[in-house]
């Protein structure tokens, strides 16, 4: 599988045309949310509830895809399924590619924020 | 159609998604196209949202905490009842089964993350379009529900009215039987009967082209007619010449009544039968032969008066025959193969009933049994007359209702008829109608009119034309006597029949003077064996037996004056009841 790119800059500028002013609180919000997510990801797991953790990684991703972070949502596609299948070993893995992949992005972001 | 279903205008959404940034881009997203955003975090939020603002659209995130997006979509598609709310599915899900969970809950649509402006914006038009077609449609269904329930109220309420016009009739009679829907009238068919004020009854059944409305505006005004005419004595062949004229002038071109006139005469046991328009009738004999009275003139309000033919056949009938008219609802019912029930199913059921069996009750049971659906005999309408004993029926009562004025009390009045005015017209109904303002007299109408029309009769006959009723004693003398009586009225220059009518109270009630005067030459009364008690009635002169008998039964007196040509009768009547007639009461 090919790896995707950190951020699609086509949707990031569409974005930017739609949010206007809002583009930035959009940014935070989007980076305190997954802040928030990857702690929640890391309980699932310590608690090893599959079923949390695949609906946390879920809705992670959906917000990867529209914000135009697709290989962070590509991860997450991962955490989601090892989460239904009840395969939570890998998950720490996983876990670890997601915070390394968010940090990027973040980074990615805040360049993209201040253009 | 009350607004555009083009014209954008801004509509009221409601988006619930517990994730912030989801929300946000497609808040901004939403906002952009013009539209006014709700925003809700969970499902009990989107629900509470929808209860207090009432949104256009819905888009909703299947997964939410403390209520999910299916149980929230579920509870928003109670809440809005008949309404049209489009419900939209915000996703990232991709297994079928997950997808088709969100449709089963009352979802409508889906539109999968990342969110597309371009899609977005179609979608929430095209479900805009579908929620505007749907109200349009559902206010138009109201409307009609509305409406026809405002109409099936109307229709009882003219019901109502028709029946007050039509209830004073003797449809319940016990030689009578008739089927007929509740709302027949506006199906147009109609059916009255009225008993004669001196005996014997009359019966019509019509069937108006057409349904609705247009077919009872036309029973109503025949009602009036119907039982306006037979309470004052006309007879069928007036009612008829009454109603074709009536219907003529009333109803629009193409439009008619199909009518039957039934006079039973118990009296002479026969029936006088008009078919116009109808099926065959079936007279169905005591012994169970069956005779057919078919239709020979055209039905009701399309000649015009002088084409009119208003001649009644004479059936001579016996006591236990029936007589079955019907409209053709019942030849035109059909079986679960389409197969018409028609003359032959009718034919059929009554040859092939029990003797017991009412020929009624064989036919209305047959084609029951015939018709695809029981609702069929709704359209139907059927009557039948049982010829009966005279003595038997002289119990239904004439139900007109008294009227609550006192009336005149005295009064005096004549009335004479001249010359070629004696074959034309009879003086009987107008002559009856001002006895019957005396309410007392009402319920005498009978005796009234038998004694009006025993006087006129024999001034006419024996007094002006000279007719001898030796005559009428033999089958061919028969002939001879009406073949001279229509002769001798060709040529009644200078003569008249004078009635004159005295009326005054009395202490228990009012008495009644009438006088017959005619221009004949009168009779020997002081030598008629009917007024010398002494010897036999039988062969008289002016006066036969049964004519005199009659007169002296019903009357308190009755006095020949003159040669023989002027009669004299007291007619007395007495208060029901001492305080049911304010007359008396209160002038004495």
């Known amino acids: ?115 | 159609m009350e607004e555009s279903i083009a014209e954008p205008k801004p509509l009221t959404i409601l988006i619930a998604d517990d994730s912030d940034t989801d929300r946000l881009i497609l808040a901004a997203l939403v906002r952009r196209l013009g539209h006014r955003v709700l925003e809700a975090k969970n499902g009990q939020e989107a629900v509470q949202l929808f209860q207090d603002c009432d949104p256009d659209i819905v888009l909703l995130d299947a997964l939410m905490p403390v209520m999910d997006g299916m149980e929230a979509a579920r509870q928003i598609k109670i809440l809005a009842g008949e309404r049209m709310v489009p419900l939209i599915f915000l996703t990232s899900l991709s297994e079928a089964e997950d997808l088709a969970k969100c449709l089963d809950a009352g979802g409508d649509d889906f539109l999968s993350k990342p969110y597309n402006r371009v899609i977005l914006e179609a979608k929430i038009n095209a479900f805009n379009r579908m929620r505007l077609m749907h109200r349009a449609l559902s206010r138009q269904r109201d409307l009609i529900r509305e409406r026809n329930e405002q109409l099936l109220q109307e229709q009882e309420v003219a019901k109502r009215v028709f029946d007050n016009v039509a209830h004073t009739g003797c449809l319940d009679a016990f030689n009578i039987r008739h089927h007929a829907s509740p709302l027949a009238l506006f199906n147009g068919d109609v059916l009255f009967a009225a008993p004669f004020p001196a005996g014997g009854m009359l019966v019509f059944i019509g069937d108006f082209t057409g349904h609705g409305l247009p077919a009872a505006v036309g029973a109503m005004p025949l009602a009036e007619i119907f039982y306006g005419m037979v309470t004052k004595g006309f007879k069928g062949a007036d009612v008829l010449r009454e109603f074709n004229q009536k219907l003529k002038q009333i109803l629009p071109p193409g439009m008619f009544c199909c009518g039957g006139m039934i006079e039973a005469d118990f009296k002479h046991n026969q029936l006088q039968v008009w078919n116009g328009g109808l099926p065959d009738g079936w007279l169905v004999r005591a012994n169970g032969d069956l005779e057919l009275v078919p239709s020979r003139h055209l039905p009701l309000g399309i000649l015009s008066s002088d084409r009119f033919d208003d001649s009644m056949d004479t059936l001579p009938t016996e006591p236990g025959d029936r007589l079955l008219m019907l409209t053709d609802g019942f030849l035109e019912s059909r079986n679960t193969e389409g197969r018409l029930f028609g003359d032959s199913g009718i034919r059929w059921a009554l040859e092939s009933r029990t003797v017991s069996q009412h020929p009624f009750d064989a036919v209305l049971e047959a084609v029951k049994q015939f018709s695809a659906s029981a609702a069929d005999t709704d359209d139907l309408t059927m009557c039948s007359v049982e010829m009966v004993d005279e003595v038997g029926i002289s119990i239904i009562q004439d139900r007109t209702e008294p009227s609550p004025l006192p009336g005149p009390m005295e009064w005096h009045c004549e009335y004479e008829i001249r010359e070629r005015t004696l074959g034309d017209f009879s003086p009987l109904p107008l002559l009856l109608h001002i006895c019957m303002e005396v309410p007392g007299l009402r319920r005498k109408s009978g005796e009234i009119y038998t004694l009006l029309a025993e006087l006129y009769s024999n001034a006419l006959e024996h007094g002006v034309l000279e007719l001898s009723s030796h005559w009428k004693q033999s089958a061919e003398g028969f002939d001879q006597y009406y073949e001279e009586r229509r002769r001798r009225l060709s040529r009644v220059e200078g003569h008249f029949i004078r009635f004159s009518l005295s009326h005054s109270m009395t202490s228990s009630g009012g008495r009644l003077r009438i006088v017959c005067e005619d221009s004949g030459s009168g009779f020997d009364f002081h030598n008629h064996p009917i007024l010398n008690e002494d010897q036999r009635p039988g062969r008289a002169g002016r006066y036969a037996g049964r004519g005199l008998l009659l007169l002296k039964r019903l009357a308190e007196s009755v006095t020949f004056h003159q040669q023989g040509n002027q009669v004299e009768i007291i007619f007395d009547w007495e208060v029901a009841g001492s305080s049911s007639n304010p007359a008396s009461s209160h002038r004495q």
């Open chain 1, 1 to 115: 599988m090919a790896e995707k790119p950190h951020l699609d800059d086509e949707a990031l500028a569409e974005l930017q045309d739609v949010m206007e002013d809002e583009f930035d609180v959009l940014m935070r919000t989007f980076l305190n949310d997954s802040r928030e997510r990857i702690a929640s990801l890391k309980l699932a797991v310590s608690e090893q509830d599959a079923e949390a953790l695949a609906h946390v990684a879920h809705s992670f991703k959906g917000s990867c895809i529209n914000i135009g972070a697709p290989h962070l949502g590509e991860l997450c596609r991962a955490a989601e399924s090892a989460g239904k299948e009840q395969q939570l070993a890998g998950v720490p893995a996983i876990i670890e590619a997601i915070e390394a992949e968010f940090r990027i992005v973040t980074e990615l972001l805040q360049e993209f924020m201040v253009r």
